[in-house]
């Protein structure tokens, strides 16, 4: 998906940028792995056998992820940060009670923002949730 010029520009100005986390990822298919099972730490070969994603940019994944403090490791086990699961589970329970509460949004609902919206969202990134 392409940037903006002024997101381009921004690169490796304030470090590193955090990691694209979309479920359609390598990096959020590992974090989502690591995030829902919490309570267990995984060797690098047992979380490639558990999610479906590329067997060679798993490594190279955690790896990112680690320098952005999502993910710690010791030895040879991988699992997600404490900090990380606090903030992670909290957003997942906000996300998950607002929808309880509100029925979430249609898909009327979000066409209808996106008719207003200063930046929308990029009608392939909706197609693609729509089919998730």
Do not use: C
């Not at 990096?27 to 070969?45: I, M, P, S």
């Not at 949004?105 to 693609?128: G, K, L, N, R, Y």
Request: no cysteine; net charge negative.
């Amino acid at each position: 998906m392409p940037i903006s010029k002024d997101e381009f520009r921004s690169i490796d100005e304030d470090g590193p940028s955090l990691p694209d986390l979309a479920p359609d990822t390598t990096q959020g298919t590992v974090y989502r792995f690591l995030l829902e099972h919490a309570d267990q730490a995984f060797r690098q070969r047992e979380i490639v056998d558990a999610v479906n994603v590329p067997e060679g940019s798993v490594g190279p994944t955690l790896k990112r992820l680690e320098q952005h403090g999502l993910v710690e490791h010791r030895d040879r086990f991988w699992t997600i940060a404490d900090a990380e699961h606090a903030v992670g589970s909290a957003g997942l329970h906000g996300g998950a009670t607002a929808d309880e509460l509100d029925g979430g949004f249609s898909d009327d609902d979000v066409e209808a923002w996106m008719e207003t919206a200063v930046d929308p969202i990029e009608s392939d990134t909706v197609q693609h949730d729509e089919e998730s």
